[in-house]
């Protein structure tokens, strides 16, 4: 295929109306937004076959914005929106700027390049008139590859020069959706730094369609490729309306693993004219599989494939054309699992549910796992969404957008319809509410048995409904109150890891029950002043070196054995001067300092002729721990290492001294010097990842003494330059494959914070013990909403979506 190659500046780029695909990459989202840059993307640094198009950009989008005045007439009917959550009046205002936006005219040199490129788009492609798919991506405006990537509108079978102009309009009228609106205001954003693209591209003429992810979305299994497809466009799939194929193919052995039939029996199909219309399938038809055993694995040889180039777990959209090639017409990041795992480790268990004697009155696919008992409402229509009363159970045939409020409300859910990427699974995951989907294809439409005022047990993983209260799954409810798996302490799994900070060893024990993923921060501190009490210069002038190393390590190996086989990371001692000072024969080797927090602390030490024997004598306690007791999952961590140098000498005398970093022994830093960050590219080389110390790094980059009560109220971790200095080493830090954690105060304090943390891409939270069911819960639910933002387009999908 003949496709445009033309090299353009970048000036050239920034002040184009439109931009081909092979023009485009994946750091062009402020460009083109995340679904063309995505398009790009693949067109321009894949093999994978992607149908051709191009992109209009949002340099034209404003230009239309601005030819038309309707920045100024649009916030001006927001003004009159005096209350958001008046879903009436919400309603009637964003009707009207979908009004004027689309009667505006195209201003003619935009709609004569969307033309020509049209008409372009023919020739390559050799036909008349092609029928393109026209695909709303949105971008953010004055943030570093920002998105609010999440479909508006998307028009199928759209043909002819004057019809592609119109829709690329229509898209940009639905940059003002109730709900895309609602969110905005919600998340004080102006509407004027949100611009629209509208992509362009070939359309497929699907026999067959559907989404396709590099990890389980349920449970975060990355070692399956999970498919799901259905016959027709793929619309039907995430909306719910049908119960898809699904196939996992394992990634290794490149064979499928569990292959489940589906009875499809609706599709929405194009029209030879134009536009797209339902049909019934026959049922022999209805009832056989979407795809081939071979396209099944050729899909997932693609998955493979573009997860390699994006380095990342991908979502995906493929179509399966009349001639049975299979196309990818779609590729991003999936959101919530795409935190890479260690290698060798296995996704989170969830916990087990009994079985009950109760009678089983429906069965379906499991799609956010809990249990949850209560009172069945059964919606047939939208219009009745109102009746629906707190702690219910949603039964219903599908969901959409507009069922948020009531699914809000539910203390589970149940549709006849959808597989494990429709609405009702998607929000369920994100609210943590219970929830099974696509009864019907399990021959028991929950809709018919389950009636209205029964009370039912709802085991959301295994996808059983039973009558009644299922006591050996949940207990009797007291007063109305629903036991959820919340209430039963069911901590889902999380992508973002959820660790622990530990000071005393003697607590190991108590806190090991806890759900944290490990020990993010063990203080090495608190073993000196509660067990060795001495100074370590002194005790080796007196001649008992062999205490430091004994008490260290009987504290330490109690921490690692409590949590085996999870990971605990060690700091390195980080007492200050005056600290130090305080033990037994301290004052003979400490300096009296003027300001000991900038002072002789951390790195600085280790290497210090002064001290140097004594920090031997904490690596002597490591090896002891790894190798005497075979405590293998402990790491350790070099605090306040304020230059590259520093780091490449302590990391060589570790390595000289029996403790070289390796596929099991991994060495961390804090990251709580502006250094740290600045020169991030440069430590990446000396260490396996990085721990924020928020507290430090914040007082640094503020310049503010947090226990200074006169500039106290400075002093916040919320701070934009220190938040765009946590992004700027997580972005820098996982260049290199290198990960990023937080032990200080912030995610403890303010779950907006650990939110923040979550959509940079932080790989793990340490926070203190009394706080860590919270924040397991937190990162759970801020997850699942950022998927539930990404599939829907009900909100803010990444982090550029913040004002930071």
Known sequence: MDVEKKELT?????????????????????????????????????????????ATTAHGYRHFMKVNGLNEK??????????????????????????????????????????????????????????????????????????FA???????????????????????????????????????FPQEKVALSAAVQMMAFSKAAGVMFTVNVANGDDTKVMIEGSWGLGEYIVQGTVTPDNFEVDKETMKISRKTINNKNIELIRLPGGG???????????????????????????????????GCYMDMEWSRDENDKLWLVQA??????????????????????????????????PASPGVASGIVHVIDDPKDI??????????????????????????????????????????????????????????????????????????????????????????????????TAVAAEYFPPT????????????????????????????????????????HPLYLIETGHPERVVNELANGISKVCRAMNPRPVVLRFSDFKSSEYRNLKGGDKFEPHEPADLLGW????????????????????????????????????????????????????????????????????????????IILADKFNKFVDGYSIGSNDLTMLIMGTDRNNDRVSALYDERNLAVKRAIRHLIKTAHKDGKVVSICGQAPSEYPDFTEFLVRSGIDYVSVNPDMVKETKLNVAHFEQRILLDKATGLGIQDTEDYDW
């Open 10 to 54: 970048e000036e050239e780029r920034k002040n184009a109306y439109v931009l081909w695909f092979n023009q485009l990459r994946r750091a062009d989202v402020p460009l083109v937004g995340g679904k063309s840059s995505s398009l790009g993307e693949l067109t321009s640094g894949t093999n994978v076959p992607v149908p051709y198009g191009f």
């Open 332 to 365: 991003r990041p999936e959101t919530v699992w795409s935190q890479r795992k260690k290698e060798g480790e296995k996704p989170a268990e969830e916990k087990e549910v009994a079985e009950s004697s109760n009678k089983v009155l429906v069965k379906g696919l």
């Open 495 to 534: 992508a973002t890891r959820v660790m622990m900070n530990l000071g005393d060893p003697d607590l190991a024990d108590k806190y090991s029950t806890l759900p944290a993923d490990g020990i993010g921060l063990m203080r090495e501190e608190f073993l000196w002043t509660t067990y060795i009490h001495q």
């Open 601 to 676: 602390r951390g790195a600085s030490r280790y290497y210090d002729p002064k001290y140097i024997e004594a920090f031997k004598l904490e690596l002597e306690a490591v090896k002891k721990v790894r190798n005497e007791y075979g405590l293998k999952n402990l790491n350790v961590m070099i605090p306040f290492c304020r230059t590259v140098e520093e780091a490449e000498k302590v990391t060589k005398i570790m390595a000289d001294e029996g403790l070289e970093r390796s596929r099991d022994f991994k060495v961390y830093m804090m990251a709580e010097i502006p250094s740290n």
């Open 386 to 483: 109102g009746e629906f009363k707190k702690g219910e159970i949603l039964v219903t045939l599908m969901t959409s957008p507009d069922w948020v409020p009531a699914m809000k409300k539910a203390a589970a859910i149940i549709t006849n319809n959808g597989g494990m990427t429709c609405h009702a699974a998607i929000v369920s995951r994100e609210m943590q509410i219970p929830c099974i989907v696509g009864t019907a294809s399990r021959g028991t439409f929950a809709t018919r048995i389950l009636k209205t005022g029964q009370e039912v047990t709802v085991d959301a993983k295994n996808g059983i409904v039973y009558q009644g209260v299922a006591e050996e799954i949940v207990k009797p409810k007291k007063e109305n109150t629903v036991q």
């Open 276 to 310: 797209v219309e339902q049909r019934d399938v026959p049922e022999d038809v209805a009832k056989s599989a979407c795809l081939t055993d071979e396209q099944v694995i050729e899909l997932a040889g693609y998955a493979k494939q573009i997860e390699q180039h994006y």
């Open 74 to 147: 649009v916030n001006a009917l927001l003004a009159t929106l005096k209350d958001p959550e008046d879903s009436e009046e919400l309603h009637r205002v964003c009707s009207q700027i979908r009004k004027i936006m689309r009667e505006a005219p195209m201003p003619e040199d935009l709609a004569e390049d969307i033309g020509n490129s049209y008409d372009r788009l023919a020739q390559i492609t050799g036909q008349n008139e092609p029928y393109v798919a026209v695909r709303s991506s949105a971008t953010a405006e004055d943030l570093p590859d920002a998105s």
């Open 150 to 188: 999440g479909e508006q509108d998307t028009y199928l079978n759209v043909r002819g020069r004057k019809d592609v102009i119109r829709k690329v309009q229509d898209c940009y009228a639905s940059l003002f959706t109730d709900r895309a609106t609602y969110y905005r205001i919600k998340q004080k």
